[in-house]
């Protein structure tokens, strides 16, 4: 269980150094990935294209984003777990800083006495009031309980 | 495998009967669930009042919708199981028929020999073009691969 909280938050502070070939070592070498962004589910690549891709994205901002986890389960037997939690994302973007709350879910297995990501799915709702916006300003603070 | 398979199969099945209680009969009494609609995550609430929520949504609909499950991954050791998956739900609301595809991410547990959803996560991503609109029209058929 420590185990895996760590490698869930190591991977948030290597974002935060910028280290993006850091944060893929937490991967298995193919995975299950439904981002924020489309497509539904992310074409498989190499390693190399993921961190290229990684590090394209972090240099969109004036420095790396911070990535705070919070309110993280991890549920786990023998060498799989899953693991939820509301992650804030906070980062400047054209000079303008910005935060955004999400939902993350993590799959792992112990590959090699090593836990690795081997599904990741992170998403914000959207509203049901027919504008099909998504809802990018929601924080757990303003949470019904 | 083939027993959460089944859970899987069989609860998008009796939601097209329309039976709330019977789906519902397949989660954990609490679970943590990050829903299509805010809040980020859903309050906890008693299983009759989820019962009730289920059976209102189905009463938005001309029917009961329609499920389809798709690209079903299953990750699983000893007592612990997750699964991933793009389903698609077609209905009809005010009489216009729609289909909606997204991304299923369920997280389960093994309880009394019998297998439960402690975790659902369903989302759709959204556009990066600074409109922030929910991709609801994204099909897996058009996806890169």
């Known amino acids: 269980m420590n185990e895996i909280a760590e ?13 993006a070939e850091a944060v893929l070592a937490y991967y298995a070498p193919s995975f299950v990935e439904y981002n924020l962004a489309p497509p539904l589910r992310q ?9 290229a891709a990684l590090r394209a994205w972090m240099g969109t901002f004036a420095a790396p984003p911070r990535r705070e986890v919070t309110q993280l389960e991890i549920t786990t037997d023998g060498d799989v777990a899953f693991a939820t939690s ?3 994302l906070s980062a400047v973007s054209e000079g ?7 939902r993350v879910t993590l799959g792992l297995r112990r590959i090699d006495g090593r836990w690795l990501v081997t599904h990741e799915h992170e998403s914000v709702p959207f509203e049901m009031d027919g504008s099909f916006r998504a809802s990018t300003d929601l924080t757990p603070a303003t949470e019904p309980r």
């Open 86 to 88: 509301l992650d804030c």
């Open 7 to 19: 490698v869930i938050e190591r991977k948030a502070a290597l974002l935060q150094k910028g280290d």
């Open 43 to 51: 074409p498989t690549t190499s390693r190399q294209e993921r961190v």
């Open 96 to 102: 303008t800083p910005f935060q955004l709350w999400f």
